[in-house]
DNA sequence: GCCAACGTTGGC
DNA sequence: GCCAACGTTGGC
C-alpha cells in the first residue's frame, strides 16, 4: 500500500509553482538535515507516493499542491558544497549523511491555509498539527488525505 | 523580530 | 548516559 506525505518547501526556495515549471515537473528535495524526515524519505517512502506540498515561512502558510514522490533516495549533493546553505562538513562522501528524493509536481491547489486545517476537526490528528512539530515531512493518513484533496479544489 | 518547542552538541 | 547550552524551525 503506497504511504501519503506532507512535505514542506519555503516557497522563496521551491515553491509548487517552480516546481511545475521544472523539467518533468520534478526538482530534488534538498536541504533536508533532520534525521526523522531523512528517514522518512530513505525507509519509507517510495516513488508514486502521494504528497501533498506544502509552502512554509511564508506569508500565507499551507497546502499548495499535490505532487508524487517520483525517485529512490540518492544522497543530497548540496551536503557537499561548501558554498550551499545546506553544506555538512562531517559528511563522508563515501557514506552521505543526507538524502534525498525527487518529488513530481502534479497541480496546483487553492492554497489551503495552515489555520483552516486547524480548523478542521477531521483533521485534528494531523501530525503537521501536533503541538511544537517541526518536522518537514509528516505521514498523512488517508482519511486526512481525502478531507484534505475535498478542501483544495 | 519574538519566542515556544524541539533537536543537537559536547563536557563531564 | 546526563543534561545544560546552544541552534533551528516556523508561525505569528
Known amino acids: 500500500m503506497s504511504k501519503i506525505w506532507l512535505m514542506k518547501s519555503e516557497p522563496a ?7 511545475l ?12 538535515r533532520n534525521y526523522q524526515a531523512r528517514n522518512f524519505m530513505r525507509d519509507e517512502m ?4 502521494a504528497v501533498l506540498f ?10 499548495a499542491g499535490l505532487a508524487e514522490v517520483a525517485s529512490t533516495p540518492y544522497p543530497d ?12 562538513a562531517k559528511s563522508d ?5 543526507w538524502i534525498l528524493v525527487d518529488v513530481r509536481a502534479l497541480r496546483k491547489t487553492r492554497l489551503v491555509p495552515l489555520s483552516e486545517l486547524r480548523e478542521h476537526p477531521a483533521l485534528a490528528g494531523m501530525r503537521l ?3 511544537g512539530n517541526r518536522l518537514s515531512i509528516t505521514p498523512v493518513t488517508r482519511a ?6 475535498k478542501l483544495a479544489r
Open 144 to 149: 486526512e488525505f481525502s478531507v484534505i484533496k
Open 13 to 19: 526556495e521551491v515553491s509548487i509553482d517552480d516546481a
Open 54 to 63: 506544502y509552502h512554509s515561512s511564508c506569508p500565507e502558510p499551507g497546502i
Open 77 to 88: 549533493p548540496t551536503q557537499f558544497d561548501p558554498r550551499s546553505p545546506y553544506f555538512d
Open 93 to 97: 562522501p563515501k557514506a552521505p549523511r
Open 21 to 32: 515549471a521544472a523539467s518533468g515537473q520534478t526538482v530534488p528535495w534538498f536541504g533536508v
Open 46 to 49: 517510495r516513488p508514486g507516493d
Open 129 to 131: 498539527l501536533a503541538r
